[in-house]
Every structure is written in C-alpha cells, then in structure tokens.
C-alpha cells in the first residue's frame, strides 16, 4: 500500500530565508503526487501537483517540488519565505487504484520575522 | 461556482446522540470523500464514492455512515457519537480519481462531549 512520510511535523525559517519541507513516498506504481496548504481554520487548497510530466512542478506563490524517483522523494522548496507562508503543508499520493490520496501526518511551517 | 460546501461549521454533540454531517459540491464531480483531521494525525479517509449510487470504506469507517443519492450531495451520518469522534471533518471532490486534484470544503468541527 502506498504510504507517505513527512520529515519533521514543525520547521521554522527566518523571513527570506529558503524553505524546504520533506517527504518520502512509497509507492507500487508510477505515483501522482500532491503538495496542498491548509491556513488555520481553513480547508486544504492545492499548491502543486506531478503527474509523470516534467518532474520539476512549479505552483502557486512561488513553491515548487522536484520529483525524484530514485530517492522516492518529492520535497517542497521556496528560494524566500513570507510571512503569509506560514501554514501546515500536506504531501499525498494516489493509491493504486487511483481511486484516493494517502496523506502524510503534515509539516507546520513557522516564518519569523 | 460555490466549490464545494459543508454545514455546519461547528457542532457540540452529547455522547450517544446522532448527526448527520451535509456536503454539497457544484462542479459535477464524480468522485467525493469524508475526511477525518486530528492534530499531528493528518487526513484519515472515512469514506468515499466513484459515483452516485457507489460508496467504499476507507481507512476509518467505524461509527460512520454515507449515503450518495445524487451527483451533489454526499452526506455523513454519526450514529451514537461518541468523544473518539471529536475532530474536524472535511469534504473533498475531485473530477476523477488518479491525478486529479481533490477540492476541499472548508470544514466541520465537531466536540463530542
């Protein structure tokens, strides 16, 4: 069954500093796989998806992910945190059957000023 | 387009009492799905529908019931609550299955007390 872990629940960078979230997959199959944001008190919104084509995915306000296969790795990357990035991220893979997604336990991203 | 929407925002249940959790989505989706978010635990699937008429299991069923007589609608019913089932519950459709991206709702907290 196809599982997703994410290195560290908390990660804190300084305002401009780079962000770099984690996670691992394992999977069966060639997997799609999802990068989504939840604000507090809010639902998950999508931030970048791969689905086997370029396997560097840029999304939305400024993050990007590069798959990896040989690593089983799709990290999330930011050359410059902002204050307003400061929210829990999810990874998540498409099960087998493509029917649903496995999330990770998720990563709290904390930006200082 | 109103995405996706659940009702209500925030219930206080009393041991054994019953509710049933409403999602609605207005964008023709076939599949939708129930999740289960507690702190550090990330999503847990409770149940989900490829169509109208269809609905599986998912990682966390027990005490849960769906029913999904329409395209729209797929609601979640809590038979004899109980306060395991304290937690916020989030509402997700996505057009198909592999690759495509589910849209949240923006949530249900519910206290089971």
């Known amino acids: 069954a196809q599982s997703v872990t994410q290195l560290g629940s908390h990660v804190s960078v300084s305002e401009g500093a780079l962000v770099l979230l984690r996670c691992n997959y394992s999977s069966s199959v060639p997997p799609y796989l999802f990068w989504y944001v939840q604000y507090p008190n809010q639902g998950l919104q999508l931030l970048l998806k791969?689905?086997?084509?370029?396997?560097l995915v840029k999304g939305i306000n400024g993050f990007e992910a590069e798959f990896k296969k040989s690593e089983t790795s799709f990290h999330l990357t930011k050359p410059s945190a902002h204050m307003s990035d400061a929210a829990e991220y999810f990874c998540a893979v498409s099960d087998e059957y493509g029917n649903k997604l496995v999330f990770g336990a998720g990563t709290i991203l904390r930006v200082k000023s | 387009n109103a995405g996706v929407t659940q009702t209500p925002k925030f219930r206080i249940l009393k041991i054994g009492q019953s509710m049933t959790l409403q999602c609605a989505q207005d964008m023709n989706h076939n599949y939708m799905y129930w999740y289960r978010q507690d702190p550090g635990m990330g999503l847990k699937l409770i149940y989900y529908s490829v169509g109208a008429g269809i609905t599986d299991k998912g990682e966390v069923p027990n005490g849960y019931n769906v029913s999904r007589s329409t395209t729209e609608d797929f609601p979640l019913r809590l038979e004899l609550a109980a306060p395991s089932q304290t937690s916020v519950y989030f509402c997700a459709s996505s057009y198909y299955g592999q690759g495509y991206e589910q849209y949240f709702g923006p949530g249900t907290r519910l206290t089971v007390t």
């Open positions: 791969y689905t086997s084509a370029a396997t």
